[in-house]
């Protein structure tokens, strides 16, 4: 599992100062590139997740499963489309991803959203 604040002062997103938007995006979408699956909160339906949509689109595009822990995120029909499941808690979004990508083969290619799945080491 990949941490995405590891490495970074925890104050990062009230200084901008402290990195560029090359040095947060590019590892991001590498990080992104060598998982398996994203797992997003997306728990404040208050919160500017405008980064955190873009990891999702590139995710997608990516053919990576999107496991979206949200009580909200159903009213949203862009995280619908593009999430392969969206639950209300942490605890059923890793009780899904144990149960059902842990126990799925690994491929190398393929629509996550269309049929092809990934396994969580």
């Not at 404040?44 to 873009?54: C, D, I």
């Not at 990508?101 to 049929?115: E, F, L, M, V, Y």
Request: proline content about 7%; overall charge negative; glycine content about 4%.
């Amino acid at each position: 599992m990949l941490d995405p604040l590891r490495g970074k002062d925890p104050d990062y997103v009230n200084n901008p100062a402290l990195y560029t938007p090359n040095e947060i995006v590019v590892r991001d979408k590498y990080d992104i590139l060598k998982s398996d699956l994203l797992l997003v909160e997306y728990t404040n339906p208050t919160r500017n997740y405008a980064g955190t949509s873009m990891e999702i689109m590139f995710a997608y595009e990516h053919h990576k499963p999107i496991v979206i822990w949200s009580e909200h995120a159903q009213r949203n029909y862009w995280l619908q489309y593009h999430a392969t499941i969206i639950l209300p808690t942490l605890d059923e979004c890793l009780d899904y991803i144990v149960a059902f990508w842990s126990t799925t083969p690994r491929i190398n290619s393929g629509a996550c959203n269309g049929g092809s799945k990934v396994t969580v080491d």
